[in-house]
C-alpha cells in the first residue's frame, strides 16, 4: 500500500517590517566591514584624544569625543556617517546581494529598517569612543583629564544626536544618489555647507524672536513634566536649536523628502 504524501508545512514569511529588519541585520553582520571600520573608529579617536591632550587648550567635551577644532566631524561621527553610506551603497555597488539576500525589494519597511539598525550602531559606537577615550585619558593624564563635565546631559544628548544624526544622513544620501561616495560626501557637508547657511539664518531678528516664543512655551509648559522630563526635553531642543543641530535636521528632512520623491516615482514607472 503505497504511503500517503507528505504535507510539508509552508514557509513561514514574517510580516513587514520583520522582513527587512532581519535582512538588515544579516547584511550588517555578514560582512567584517563594520566591524574593521568601528576598530579603526576607535584607534584613530584614541590616538586623536592622546594627541589632543598632550596639546593642550582643548575643551574636556571635545578630547572624550577627540574632536579638534580644525576637523568638521570628529572620527565617530564620521565612521558612523560611513557605515550608514555602506547600507545602501553596498546594494547598488553589487546588485546581485539583495537576491542573494532573499530579494527584499527597496520599500520604506527597507528603509525603516535600515536607518533603525545604523542608528543603533552609532549609537554603540558613540558609547564605545567616549568610554575608550576616557580610559585612555585616564591611562596616561590621570583622572584629572577623564573627569565627566559638569554639562554631561547636554554634551551626551549632542553627541549622540550627532552620530545618529550622521548615519541616517548617510544611509539617506546613498539611497537617493545610489553611491556610497556621495552618502558619505553628504554627511562631510552638513558641517562644511549646511552650518553657514543655519548660522546665518539663526542670527537674523525672525529667528531670535521664535525662539524667545519657543523658550517661553518652554518655561510654561516643561515646569509640569514629572520625572524630570523636562531637562531631557529641554537638553534636545538645545541641540535642535544649535546650528550643527539644526543643519542635520535640515539635512535629513531634506533627504527624506527627496528619497520619498524617488520611490514614488519608481512606484509610478
Known amino acids: 500500500m503505497p504511503c500517503p504524501p507528505c504535507h510539508r508545512p509552508s514557509q513561514f514569511v514574517p510580516p513587514q517590517p520583520l522582513r527587512p529588519l532581519r535582512y538588515e541585520l544579516r547584511r550588517a553582520c555578514g560582512v567584517s566591514t563594520g566591524f574593521v571600520t568601528g576598530a579603526v573608529v576607535l584607534i584613530v579617536s584614541a590616538l586623536t584624544t592622546l594627541v589632543l591632550a598632550r596639546i593642550g587648550h582643548t575643551p574636556q567635551a571635545r578630547l572624550l569625543a577627540a574632536w579638534p577644532v ?8 564620521l565612521g558612523a556617517g560611513l557605515l550608514g553610506a555602506l547600507s545602501f551603497g553596498d546594494e547598488f555597488r553589487h546588485p546581485a546581494l539583495a537576491a542573494d539576500r532573499g530579494g527584499v525589494p527597496r520599500r520604506l519597511g527597507l528603509l525603516t529598517a535600515k536607518l533603525l539598525v545604523s542608528a543603533l550602531t552609532a549609537l554603540s559606537l558613540a558609547f564605545l569612543t567616549a568610554g575608550c577615550n576616557a580610559e585612555v585619558l585616564y591611562l596616561f593624564y590621570g583622572p584629572e583629564l577623564a573627569r565627566v563635565p559638569a554639562d554631561w546631559l547636554h554634551l551626551s544628548v549632542s553627541w549622540l544626536a550627532l ?40 542670527e537674523s531678528a525672525s ?3 521664535a525662539a524667545g516664543v519657543s523658550v517661553r512655551l518652554r518655561e510654561v509648559l516643561l515646569s509640569q513634566w514629572p520625572f524630570g522630563g523636562d531637562r531631557y526635553l529641554a537638553a534636545a531642543l538645545r541641540v535642535v536649536t544649535q546650528p550643527v543641530g539644526g543643519a542635520l535636521a535640515l539635512s535629513l528632512s531634506g533627504l527624506l523628502c527627496a528619497y520619498l520623491l524617488t520611490t514614488l516615482r519608481s512606484r509610478v514607472r
Open 70 to 77: 580644525q576637523l568638521p566631524l570628529p572620527p565617530a561621527a
Open 207 to 209: 529667528v531670535r524672536a
Open 163 to 202: 552620530t545618529v544624526g550622521c548615519a541616517c544622513a548617510g544611509v539617506l544620501a546613498a539611497g537617493v544618489f545610489r553611491s556610497t561616495t556621495a552618502g558619505l560626501a553628504a554627511v562631510v557637508a552638513v558641517p562644511v555647507a549646511v552650518v553657514p547657511l543655519v548660522q546665518r539664518a539663526v
